[in-house]
């Protein structure tokens, strides 16, 4: 986590180890992990370095052991951008396809993919809507893969 205030409120209130570090340069040794989160975290970084956070994100991941990694979808960035707004400091917007390729390149495996619409409240019954009634009325705005070295 980059965050210290992150990492002092998870101290608190869970169990577990909690480092302070950057992605392109993770404070741990290779093969170390067993599951790895990556959760709304590319969007952050700059096309120019996203592999080499990739690359870490495989050095620090045991073989075999399962990569967990979201990304925001749909967001409209470009828009925001243009009308000066970027709430969330996101630097790059994010398509499946693009998310599958660079794991792939980067050499992760892909196991599984989901794909979220969020709502404020009543998630299932108007995900039952989207799919069955409403079609393409909400398109899904974050995607979660699983993924292994």
Known sequence: EIS?????????RLKGMFLEGNILKIPLKRNYFDIVLASEVLEHIPPSKTFLALTELKRVVKKGAT??????????????????ENPNGHVRAYTPELLYAELKIAG?????????T?????????????????GKRWKPNNIII???K
């Open 4 to 12: 210290s205030y992150a990492i002092k409120r998870a101290r608190k």
């Open 67 to 84: 990569l967990i990694i979201s990304v925001p979808l749909n967001e409209g960035l470009k828009e925001m951008v243009k009308k000066g």
């Open 108 to 116: 992760f495996k892909i196991k599984r993919k989901i794909f979220l």
């Open 118 to 134: 969020a709502f404020k409240d009543m998630y299932f019954i108007k995900k039952l809507l989207q799919k069955y009634i409403l």
């Open 146 to 148: 699983f993924a292994n």
